[in-house]
């Protein structure tokens, strides 16, 4: 269960232009469940899910992850909480040009000090799934649009995480690849995968492969939910 207790995110608090982007959020998110956060651009989608995803922290409330809080754990544990429960999937994909696709997917895992024929041996396994084994050693600048969200994807569970965040993971894609992707949350989530995904694309939030819409409004959730 990811527990949001009253959390708040200020920027530039104190000054003149202070912000509030998230006012007052209290709500769960289930376990085994695939979540999608609706809103238009600006409604606080982004900043909600880097909360819950350990890159940032809240101004003020708690967040709890299966009855521990991690909104006000130190850095140092922070960071061992996001690499280890988390995968995330960004807008951009954000694949670094010159690396591999087996480089990419790997690159996120070094810090955990698995040794390397162990790395491999995960990410093969996930080409293998994802059918990518013939784009292993490919640039990723040779990759269409859905062979990079899948690449996307694959990277994102190298470090086998609990939870999958996605920002925005379709706005880069036509409505057939959009399609393919949420099939594909839909056999994460029944492998035993949380998901969280944020969109103000209807051919995500209508899915039906999604179990629960939250929409937000100006960093307010909207009342009535899916």
């Given at each position: 269960?990811i527990?949001?207790?009253?959390?708040?995110?200020?920027?530039?608090q104190?000054?003149?232009?202070?912000f509030?982007?998230?006012?007052?959020?209290?709500?769960?998110?289930?376990?085994?469940r695939?979540?999608?956060?609706?809103?238009?651009?600006?409604?606080?989608?982004?900043?909600?899910?880097?909360?819950?995803?350990?890159?940032s922290?809240?101004?003020s409330?708690?967040i709890?992850?299966q009855?521990?809080?991690?909104?006000?754990?130190?850095?140092?544990?922070?960071?061992?909480?996001?690499?280890?429960?988390?995968?995330?999937?960004?807008?951009?994909?954000?694949?670094?040009p010159?690396?591999?696709?087996?480089?990419?997917?790997?690159?996120?895992?070094?810090?955990?000090?698995?040794k390397?024929?162990?790395?491999?041996?995960?990410?093969?396994r996930?080409?293998?799934?994802?059918?990518?084994?013939?784009?292993?050693?490919?640039?990723?600048?040779?990759?269409?649009?859905?062979?990079?969200?899948?690449?996307?994807?694959?990277?994102?569970?190298?470090?086998?995480?609990?939870?999958?965040?996605?920002?925005?993971?379709?706005?880069?894609?036509?409505?057939?690849?959009?399609?393919?992707?949420?099939?594909?949350?839909?056999?994460?989530?029944?492998?035993?995968?949380?998901?969280?995904?944020?969109?103000?694309?209807?051919?995500v939030?209508?899915?039906?492969?999604?179990?629960?819409?939250?929409?937000?409004?100006?960093?307010?959730?909207?009342?009535?939910?899916?």
């Open positions: 269960m527990e949001l207790t009253d959390v708040r995110k200020a920027f530039n104190g000054k003149p232009n202070e509030w982007a998230i006012q007052g959020i209290t709500t769960q998110f289930e376990v085994n695939i979540s999608c956060l609706k809103g238009a651009s600006g409604s606080g989608k982004t900043t909600l899910m880097s909360m819950i995803g350990c890159l922290r809240p101004t409330g708690r709890r992850l009855d521990r809080t991690i909104s006000s754990l130190p850095e140092r544990f922070l960071t061992q909480v996001r690499r280890h429960t988390f995968g995330f999937i960004f807008q951009r994909f954000n694949l670094i010159g690396l591999s696709v087996v480089e990419n997917i790997m690159l996120p895992a070094y810090p955990l000090g698995l390397a024929s162990s790395l491999r041996s995960r990410a093969d996930l080409l293998e799934q994802f059918l990518l084994a013939d784009k292993t050693d490919n640039p990723v600048e040779w990759l269409s649009g859905g062979e990079a969200q899948r690449v996307a994807i694959c990277r994102a569970l190298i470090n086998d995480p609990k939870i999958l965040i996605a920002d925005e993971p379709t706005a880069n894609l036509d409505s057939r690849l959009s399609r393919e992707f949420m099939a594909l949350l839909d056999e994460l989530s029944k492998a035993g995968k949380t998901v969280l995904i944020s969109s103000h694309n209807p051919v939030f209508d899915s039906p492969v999604v179990d629960r819409v939250v929409e937000l409004e100006d960093g307010v959730m909207v009342p009535g939910e899916r």
